[in-house]
């Protein structure tokens, strides 16, 4: 530890008796020493603004989004775009019983959580994004889809699901649903809360409605998984949206909007703003880029999610 004679100084100014030539035995000296060390150090472990900033707020894309649905090259491509993590999906679902899930087979899931840490990536959550056009309300099956999703998680370390309930199990225009929805979720809050996993909702519905829905369903392991997009295509405030819904409620977010341009130029969505709220909230973890693709891009996935991650890091990230 290197103290300079302007340390020295300020402290024989504060601890005249340390400095002055009056006698001090051994064990005080070794203790003053010893405590301007640990305080020392304790100033230089404090991240930085912009570390802490990074730890609170990560940034990930969906694999099947970048069109690598269930790949292992999905992880390469994310740290490409330069991106904390993958949303890694269950596999495509069509008139199965269950999900084709390719990391049901240990040697799979292996290769995937490998290939992570390799990289140095995080994975974000799984996403059972077959429900965005199959009914969770009707398929007879639904238990074991959830029961599967859960066993992923739990052998791959995840915490959290991704659950949209679709354009067939959407309340607004469906409210006929709704009792065997909440049934079916508060099932599947049995089933994620024994396993100390969190499944993540993503609804049709505005704040106020989706909080009536989730005390309905009364499980503390079903949370909303918002979605930027909800409140911007329904005309709503979406700072208002994600105030009235919470903190504790809000489990991941899709920081995203429909297609057309990219984040950083889309002029109904003021993401300081939005960062400005969730600090005051004091939530922190996943934000997860969807869609948000520019229309002058096409399908040009880097070019794409690299604009919109760097923004977020950029803005969430200070980066």
Not at 250 to 259: A, K, L, R
Request: with cysteine; net charge positive; proline share 4%.
């Amino acid at each position: 530890m290197h103290f300079s004679v302007s340390d020295t100084q300020g402290s024989a100014a504060r601890n005249p008796g340390l400095y002055s030539g009056a006698p001090l035995g051994h064990t005080e000296t070794r203790r003053h020493f010893l405590a301007a060390s640990l305080t020392a150090l304790a100033a230089a472990a404090l991240p930085s603004p912009a570390a802490e900033a990074a730890l609170r707020y990560r940034i990930a894309v969906c694999d099947w989004m970048i069109l690598k649905r269930q790949k292992l090259g999905a992880f390469q491509l994310t740290k490409d775009i330069g991106a904390d993590g993958l949303e890694v999906d269950m596999g495509s679902l069509g008139e199965r019983e269950t999900f084709e899930n390719e990391l049901a087979k240990p040697e799979v899931r292996e290769q995937f959580l490998a290939k992570a840490r390799e990289l140095g990536l995080g994975i974000s959550s799984l996403a059972m994004s077959g429900f965005y056009a199959q009914s969770f309300a009707e398929r007879p099956t639904v238990p074991r889809m959830v029961q599967d999703t859960v066993d992923t998680m739990l052998a791959m370390g995840v915490k959290v699901a991704f659950l949209p309930l679709g354009v067939r199990g959407d309340l607004v225009k469906h409210p006929e649903l709704r009792p065997a929805i909440v049934a079916r979720l508060r099932a599947a809050g049995a089933q994620a809360a024994k396993a100390g996993v969190v499944i993540g909702v993503e609804t049709a519905l505005a704040a106020k409605d989706e909080v009536k829905l989730l005390e309905d369903i009364g499980s503390p392991a079903i949370r909303s998984y918002f979605n930027f997009a909800n409140a911007l295509q329904n005309g709503r405030d979406l700072l208002a949206e994600l105030r009235t819904l919470g903190k504790d409620r809000i489990c991941q977010i899709h920081c995203t909007d429909e297609d057309g341009v990219w984040l950083e130029e889309n002029k109904r969505l003021d993401l300081p703003a939005v960062k400005r709220v969730l600090d005051d909230m004091g939530w922190r973890g996943w934000l997860v880029i969807e869609r948000s693709r520019s229309a002058k891009n096409g399908r040009d996935v880097k070019g794409n999610f690299g604009a919109n991650t760097r923004y977020l890091k950029k803005v969430f990230q200070g980066a």
